[in-house]
Nanobody, 121 residues
Framework: QVHLVESGGGLVQAGGSLRLSCAAS????????MAWYRQAPGKQRELVAV???????NYADSVKGRFTISSDNAKKTAYLKMNSLKPEDTAVYYC???????????????WGQGTLVTVSS
């Protein structure tokens, strides 16, 4: 089965930058979509950014112009570059992927364990 492991979270001051990574491993025929979600304390999980297999991207309005999602197909890894961080960006960030283990296999949704991003003021 597919596993996702996030890394790169930490403590940063407002205005600073972080780069999160999400590495996929296991039996992977294709990664049809990779996305980043986040969940702040006391709030619902929200979609932050998504990248499709064709490279198309979409972002939440709150992060447009500041965050950039990218992927490396060879490494089966997605990234989230976060610039101009704000205290309201503080959350646990989760990687999400839609994957297939073989050509005939249906799509599976996989979640990482999350990485904490804390932005101080």
């Amino acid at each position: 089965q597919v596993h996702l492991v996030e890394s790169g979270g930490g403590l940063v001051q407002a205005g600073g930058s972080l780069r999160l990574s999400c590495a996929a491993s296991g039996t992977i025929f294709s990664l049809d979509l990779m996305a980043w979600y986040r969940q702040a304390p006391g709030k619902q999980r929200e979609l932050v950014a998504v990248i499709g297999s064709g490279g198309s991207t979409n972002y939440a309005d709150s992060v447009k112009g500041r965050f950039t999602i990218s992927s490396d197909n060879a490494k089966k890894t997605a990234y989230l570059k976060m610039n101009s961080l704000k205290p309201e960006d503080t959350a646990v960030y989760y990687c999400n992927a839609l994957s297939r283990g073989s050509r005939s296999e249906g799509v599976l949704e996989v979640w990482g364990q999350g990485t904490l991003v804390t932005v101080s003021s």
